[in-house]
């Protein structure tokens, strides 16, 4: 009985070992996974942005015309922000654009990649996140969401809005090949200053469709003496790391570990 206890016990342990080895071999046919990459001036002025405030904050990148997932540099527009929240102001998209300093029109690549920063420990998107995300970039055929921590943590996922439409998360990657433009400290200052306004959300309401809506005038209610308030910030809050791995490679993953 012990010797058939061994055996099984190595049967089970060999066709364990088999599996992983399948799975390995189904992610290297799959091909390997993208890269969104940033030269040094891109990366540095995203980090500074980032750091500049307690809020989350957000913009678009700028690609190279030949490789369109080189992000050159980073633009921000004219937005709200708290702790959870990115809000642009309205047509400050179609403002930015329109800048004749802007070079965002790139061979009609305008407003592909979304980036937005998280002020906390993890990356991924929220539930409001993938909501702005499929408002903002369904009418490209293709954009991808980025988002970087406080904490150094990133996500990125490119999606396509053709055919029967799908998603693929990018791996991340800073380009030190690239030449190291000179920092511009001031300059990003001043851009930060004059496109970010930052929202207390002990200020705010509910509209109509439950979604909080943000002020400093005393008109805005009670703020977070409202109970109804107090729920819908919450949720903002928790949402950052409430994400369900809704896409393939999430799942594959969480497979995976296990």
């Not at 004059?194 to 400093?216: E, M, N, T, Y």
Request: aromatic fraction near 10%; hydrophobic fraction near 35%.
């Amino acid at each position: 009985m012990v010797t058939s206890l061994k055996t099984n016990r190595k049967t089970n342990t060999r066709l364990k070992t088999y599996r992983k080895q399948q799975r390995r071999r189904q992610r290297r046919n799959r091909g390997e996974r993208p890269t969104i990459r940033f030269t040094p001036f891109a990366w540095s002025k995203l980090l500074f942005l980032r750091d500049c405030g307690d809020t989350e904050v957000g913009g678009f990148g700028v690609s190279a015309s030949n490789d369109l997932l080189l992000v050159e540099d980073a633009r921000l527009v004219k937005q709200q922000c708290t702790a959870a929240s990115v809000q642009f102001m309205e047509s400050a998209v179609q403002e930015l654009f329109a800048e004749p300093s802007c070079d965002l029109q790139r061979e009609n690549n305008a407003g592909r990649i979304w980036i937005h920063t998280h002020p906390g420990d993890c990356a991924r998107p929220s539930e409001a996140d993938e909501e702005t995300f499929d408002r903002c970039c369904n009418a490209v055929t293709w954009a991808v969401m980025f988002i970087i921590a406080a904490s150094g943590d990133t996500y990125a996922r490119l999606q396509f809005n053709i055919g029967p439409r799908c998603s693929r998360r990018l791996f991340v990657d800073v380009d030190y090949t690239r030449e190291f433009r000179q920092a511009d400290f001031a300059g990003w200052k001043s851009e930060y200053d004059a496109k970010v306004q930052i929202i207390d959300p002990l200020h705010a309401s509910l509209d109509r469709q439950g979604r909080i809506r943000r002020g400093f005038d005393s008109n805005f209610g009670n703020g977070l003496q409202d109970a109804q308030v107090r729920a819908a910030v919450s949720s903002e809050w928790l949402a950052h790391c409430d994400a369900v791995p809704l896409f393939e490679d999430d799942i594959i993953g969480a497979v995976c570990e296990v």
